[in-house]
């Protein structure tokens, strides 16, 4: 059950790797993006750049399926985050298309269990995390009015272009020997492969007649330990390397200043709090799970921030 899927905001990570997923699966896929950022739609793809409401309402109007997303950085999340889902849900409504999010694990706050499924309950101890909490509830409302809606929730992203812990942090540093760690070295932590991570929202968007008018899987993607993720990038680079941790006390500091750093310090707990996603409900759906082995994943997301000659 495939169609054609309106990618908002496609010249992100998320959604441009996912507008490459959607095309390679023989989806017709339209990536709506902001004025400008053309050049880095996903090939193949038809290409709308508008910051117009009208415009995206047009482009949606024969869309099967919806992705939200939409991204801005962390200190615009107060100001336009929830304002950009109002959008999407009115796109999909019009259009009587399935609305397709990202979701992430902010929701569940400092107190969250190690194991996260669809019933953890949603306790944010941040602002980002009760935005997301929000726009979540924003989009069940819609789907109570009618409109079908799936959420995917997954770990920190990386391995799809720049923005991420992963290349900003950890391995910023990786060729010359050197990882940064944001955390203590035997916490586990969820990341999410996006290129797997698109493929399970392929998945999901082929199986959606299937599904109830609102449904949440969460993507199990790594979840593993500082020492995991070091040794991995060691072997990537194939060198040692020496890892250092992060300091916190210098975000805090800069946060006095500015609003990333205050942004960042709220959710220093995710590198603290040992935490995994189930991966039960998304594998009885949709079968065998996309998975790319943490060396060959970490490998490739190297590779791909490699300066090109």
């Known amino acids: 059950m495939s169609g054609r899927i309106l990618v908002l905001g496609a010249a992100g990570r998320v959604g441009r790797v996912a507008a490459q997923a959607f095309h390679g699966a023989g989806w017709d896929v339209v990536s709506f993006v902001r004025p400008g950022a053309g050049a880095r739609a996903a090939p193949g793809t038809e290409t709308v750049e508008s910051a117009e409401r009208a415009v995206l309402m047009t482009s949606a109007r024969r869309a099967d399926v919806i992705l939200h997303a939409f991204n801005v950085p962390y200190p615009q999340w107060r100001r336009a ?9 009115e796109a999909a409504e019009a259009a009587g298309a399935t609305l397709l999010v990202p979701g992430n694990i902010y929701n569940y706050g400092a ?26 509830l924003r989009v069940r409302e819609a789907a109570d009015r009618g409109m079908h809606a799936i959420v995917l929730r997954a770990g920190d992203g990386f391995g799809a272009g720049r923005g991420s812990w992963f290349d900003l942090v950890v391995a910023k540093d990786a060729r010359r020997g050197r990882v940064t760690y944001p955390g203590p070295l035997d916490i586990v932590h969820e990341w999410a492969y996006l290129p797997d991570f698109a493929a399970a929202l392929v998945r999901l968007a082929e199986c959606r007649g299937a599904l109830g008018v609102f449904e949440t899987f969460g993507f199990p993607g790594h ?32 946060g006095r200043l500015f609003a990333m750093g205050r942004e960042l310090a709220e959710i220093e707990y995710l590198w603290r709090v040992p ?35």
């Open 81 to 89: 985050a929830l304002n950009l889902t109002y959008v999407a849900i």
């Open 111 to 136: 107190g969250m269990p190690e194991v996260l499924d669809e019933n953890t309950p949603m306790r944010p101890t941040s602002h980002k995390g009760r935005i997301r909490e929000t726009m979540e």
């Open 223 to 254: 979840s593993v330990t500082g020492r995991e993720m070091a040794a991995a990038i060691a072997e990537a680079v194939q060198r040692k390397v020496e890892v250092t941790r992060m300091g916190w006390w210098m975000v805090r500091t800069a």
């Open 275 to 309: 935490h995994r996603i189930s991966a039960e409900k998304l594998k009885s759906v949709i079968g065998e799970l996309p998975h790319t082995p943490l060396d060959r994943a970490v490998a490739a997301a190297l590779r791909a921030l490699a300066p090109r000659a």
